[in-house]
């Protein structure tokens, strides 16, 4: 199988690669523009790999993808390139409007030219694998939860464009027949996420003793998914969904923005007692604008259509997750000190 993985250097995207290279005869292409918040670092276990190789490229480059499209020749895209940070998009918005939308339709057209081409079982199994989020579908109350068929209720500029992008999939697919298949995960967690998130940026400052700050009252709501679990399930889709369907991908963990500084204050506890105790360090902070209130994933139809299920719980997870940065300094200390030192963002500073 050949396989183009857009966004391919960043958290989810790296994640993905690692799950399919165990696959035999299986060749990978990334096509990433390498943006602040992709690190190559992410794929240097899979640089050495036979077919594995790296096409930095802009996927709003209508050229650069057609031609990594040809010498790629895909049995399957993974599209997982975006902008994806909410306070980022609060702060500029244009950047997510041309990645997650414009990047999506040239994704799209260029899809939909190899797959016009190709015949027989060929044709048959190339699928489009559009990783999407749960933040489209806006913010629930403290019951219920997302599933495929719930109404789009997007809140942040980030969420808007990725609603933008999966219309677009899903019209490319009643328009032209495009086989896509299209997944809408909860918040992901793991080794080698940029420092920006909740995680490894409240991880990252709690190490350094600085404070770690939670929205509000600390109490928003997230179900959590660790990253290769996420990545399982994509591979299943390639794989074995039919063309057209939609997928709601979590983990049924879920937990406030409290609990998650409050595990990680208890692992680095156990590290570094004489350090404790860390959650000392937590600070509320003014809320950010249009804050989701809570995200949860009803994931029945993966489970039963496809065979899947997280395999790692979120404790076990937590602390993989923290043991990992620790040991690997010498792939995020370069990030905060030259792309992003956890300084805040997000609060419309543009206007």
């Known amino acids: 199988m ?9 958290f989810i995207g790296s994640a993905l690669c690692q799950e399919l290279v165990v696959h035999p005869d299986t060749r990978i292409t990334v096509l990433d523009k390498l943006t602040y918040a992709a690190n190559p670092a992410s794929l240097n276990a899979l640089k050495m790999q036979p077919g594995f190789r790296l096409i930095e490229a802009d996927i709003s480059d209508r050229q650069a993808v057609e031609k990594a499209m040809r010498e790629t020749a895909p049995d399957a895209i993974f599209h997982l390139a975006a902008e994806t940070h909410v306070d980022r998009s609060i702060d500029s918005a244009a950047p997510f409007i041309q990645t997650n939308v414009v990047g999506t339709m040239v994704m799209l057209e260029a899809a939909r ?9 060929a044709k048959e199994r190339f699928r489009f694998v559009h990783v999407s989020t749960d933040e489209v579908f806006g913010s629930l109350g403290p019951a219920g939860k997302f599933c495929e068929t719930t109404a789009y209720d997007p809140s942040s500029p980030y969420s808007a464009s990725k609603a933008g992008a999966d219309h677009l999939v899903r019209a490319w697919h009643r328009t032209y027949g495009l086989p896509v298949v299209i997944s809408n995960c909860s918040n992901n967690y793991g080794p080698r996420q940029f420092p920006e998130k909740l995680i490894p940026l409240s991880l990252l400052n709690a190490l350094h003793g600085k404070p770690i700050s939670l929205y509000g009252d600390g109490k928003n709501v997230r179900d959590w998914l660790y990253v290769h679990d996420h990545a399982r399930a994509l591979v299943r889709m390639a794989l074995a969904a039919p063309a057209g369907e939609t997928y709601t991908v979590g983990g049924s963990e879920e937990r406030t923005n409290l609990d998650i500084a409050g595990a990680i204050c208890r692992l680095l506890d156990e590290r570094f007692p004489k350090a404790a105790p860390h959650a000392r360090l937590v600070r509320f902070v003014k809320d950010r604008p249009g804050h989701d209130f809570r995200y ?21 997870g937590m602390a993989e997750t923290v043991d990992w940065y620790l040991a690997h300094e010498g792939w995020w200390r370069p990030l905060r000190e030259k792309v992003y030192a956890g300084e805040r963002i997000g609060e419309g500073a543009s206007q």
């Open 2 to 10: 050949n396989y183009l993985v857009t966004g391919g250097a960043g």
């Open 296 to 316: 949860a994933i009803d994931s029945t139809k993966i489970r039963r259509d496809l065979g899947w299920s997280p395999s790692v719980n979120f404790d076990t």
């Open 113 to 121: 030219a190899w797959w016009g081409a190709l015949e027989g079982e």
